[in-house]
């Protein structure tokens, strides 16, 4: 049974829907900027932010009740996949990652009621839940099907994809919209820095001067449905997908990239698909020195010396963390549909360790499977292989 994507919307710092995203991704661009604009702190460092505030979030999508900037971001993109897939039907279901949640406005709350325990907008602090976004974005694109939440670290909406695909197979639903949004928090942005991984520059995926990543906001989805019943002509198909843990340490990558590896390969084993089949790999590529030899070993692996092509489009939307999975799941169904790979922005030095040199260029290919990584904290690697609707 082949799965279809048959719908898809995205809103990042490439771009607040797929058409802004594709001429971002073909001109090179980045939407990294070099400090927050939107989100209140202290720190000077580069984020890849989404352009608009919470309120023109909230005009642009009429309403005017109280939500975190996770669930706008999250509405957005769900919207612009189920209006690119034919607009709402029955049996739908959605599936949506989270890592952040309505910490944005926990925040808010927080910073008035520790001045004083009688102050604070106590409904503010509701919205923290994970699976508050979830909830209201099921509600706005009507879907009256199972909702989920998955939270798992940065591999979480590529985990929501590989479940809605499993859940589509078991005839539990007819159609899942599956993805995910985190937005930029303090909370998030203290954290990372607390870990010493992030870049005071632009990142630079595989490089050798690489300092960090960069962290991105933003929300993703696709919309899946079995081939037979697809509405319409798809943009590629979810031909496998597999998760793996490495239980190395509770952040970094194991260094010889097991779970990268065992990810990888179950993913191609579930396709049916050699490693010499893939055209292009949509590589995790944070930007750190842990994360990108881990991945570089694991790639050469699975690929030996006949290494297709491979790319980061993190340098260009930043670290979408939970949301990363389903941005890139977006970014190679653009990829499968117009027959192009687009570039790691800011590489020039390979990796003496590594040595993996990722395309830095625009190009025009006939892409028949992609491979996109999710690998997260705690080990928690998944990848999924997407084939061409042709």
Partial sequence: MRIA?????I??????????TLATLREGRSGIVLRPTRLVTRHRLPVGEVALSNEELARRLGIGELQSRTTLLGMLAAEEA???AGGPRPRTALVSATSVGGMDLTECFFEEFARDERHGRLRMAAHHD????????ARRCAVDGLTTTLSTACSSAANAIGLAVRMLRMGVTDRVVAGGSDALCRF???????LMILDEQPSRPFDASRAGLNLGEGAAYVVLE?????????YCYVAGFANANDAFHQTASSPDGEG???AMRGALNEAGITPSEVDWVNAHGTGTPNNDLAESRALRRLFGETLPPVSSTKATTGHTLAAAGAVEAVICALALRHGECYPTLRFTEPDPE????????FTQSDLRCVLSNSFGFGGNCASLVFTSAE
């Fill in 260 to 262: 990268d590896y065992l």
């Fill in 354 to 361: 590594g040595g993996i040199r990722p395309l830095t260029r």
């Fill in 5 to 9: 994507v048959t719908g898809i919307g």
């Fill in 188 to 194: 998030t942005l203290n954290g990372f820095k607390s």
């Fill in 226 to 234: 079995r081939e037979e019943e697809a509405s319409q002509r798809p």
């Fill in 11 to 20: 809103v990042s710092a490439a771009g607040m829907n797929a058409a802004e």
């Fill in 82 to 84: 189920l209006r690119d």
């Fill in 130 to 137: 994970c699976a508050d976004s979830t909830l209201a974005i």
